[in-house]
């Protein structure tokens, strides 16, 4: 509903209210309007019907500053026929044709009217080369979801594992982390490891994630994670085969398939790391596993999660009301 149906509506009701009570007088105290306006209205609806009650359409004004109309539609034709060109290229190329306008500007008019992208540029691209030419290219179909829904009934029965490097520290080497995301609480878990993670690890990581989601009330029953040789090897698999727990691997050079593991390590990284290291330095894994914990504690049990899954709610919360339904 637009503010346009919500003024309609709303005379129509002083109309009407003023044809129930019998005082127009009443019905004008009620809304708050004056009596001068509602006999307006009334002669209006009178004269041209009730649909002339509805607001009028105003244009957008045409500020004395603005950009001129024809360099915005000569802007819009050249970012649709040159989509791979940024704000700055554009903005050459407009001066090239005797039109001076500011990179800063053409990327205000190209975002004000869905183009701000170059993915976005594409895609109107290859719509009008499929009108024009009948030619269907993956970027002219319509557009859908980006990514995967991974979807997991309850806590444990889906979880998530990747590999993440977070530097080469001074003094300790290169540092990764081993990350567990459960696909239905988002509840995350991270083992800081100095070297390149291995099979061993791994099943050390395994056993940790099982322990620490026991202790909710949740065991790991299915586990989802990339064609990594940590994740693939021998051992790793023959545990998973021995307790019964079903591995999932994603296809190739496929990271968005493990979508809610990759979306966490850039929150990790944007929420912990990156502040962290501008804060303090770091001398031994102990120090930055103690870091993350202290983040995941937050980022776990206090910090509320606003994807289109989560919608505000928080990770810990769901995995203790699991908790509290098993039991």
């Given at each position: ?28 105290r ?22 002339a ?29 040159r ?54 290219t ?15 009934p309850?806590?444990g ?21 081993l ?106 894994v ?22 289109d ?6 990770p ?11 039991a």
């Amino acid at each position: 509903m637009t503010p346009n149906d919500v003024i309609y509506r709303r005379r129509l009701a002083l109309l009407a209210e003023a044809e129930r009570c019998g005082s127009v007088a009443e019905a004008c105290r009620r809304f708050g309007v004056s009596r001068t306006r509602f006999y307006d209205w009334k002669r209006r609806a009178e004269l041209y019907g009730l649909e002339a009650l509805m607001p009028k359409e105003r244009r957008t004004p045409q500020m004395p500053g603005a950009t001129p109309t024809h360099v915005v539609e000569e802007l819009l034709s050249l970012a649709v026929t040159r989509p791979t060109l940024g704000c700055r290229q554009l903005s050459d190329a407009l001066e090239g044709r005797g039109l001076v306008l500011a990179k800063s500007t053409v990327q205000k008019i190209l975002v004000a009217h869905g183009l701000g992208t170059r993915t976005q540029r594409l895609r109107h691209a290859a719509a009008l080369a499929a009108v024009t030419t009948g030619l269907l290219t993956e970027a002219g179909r319509e557009e859908g979801p980006f990514g995967f829904c991974l979807f997991s009934p309850a806590p444990g029965h889906l979880v998530a594992v990747d590999g993440f490097y977070i530097g080469n520290l001074k003094g300790v080497g290169k540092v990764y982390q081993l990350t567990a995301v459960d696909v239905a609480s988002r509840f995350a878990l991270v083992w800081v490891i100095a070297g390149v993670p291995n099979a061993e690890r791994a099943v050390a990581f395994l056993q940790r994630v099982q322990r620490h989601l026991a202790r909710h009330g949740a065991g790991v029953r299915a586990v989802l994670s990339d064609n990594g040789p940590e994740w693939i090897s021998n051992d790793f698999r023959g545990v998973l085969a021995a307790q019964g727990v079903t591995h999932v691997r994603i296809p190739s050079r496929s990271p968005n398939h493990n979508a809610v593991v990759e979306r966490f390590h850039q929150t990790i990284l944007n929420e912990c790391w990156r502040p962290a290291f501008h804060r303090r330095s770091f001398h031994s894994v102990k120090q930055l596993q103690a870091e993350a914990d202290a983040w995941l504690a937050t980022y776990n049990f206090r910090r509320r999660n606003h994807g289109d899954y989560m919608r505000g709610r928080i990770p810990g919360d769901i995995m203790n009301g699991s908790r509290k339904r098993a039991a």
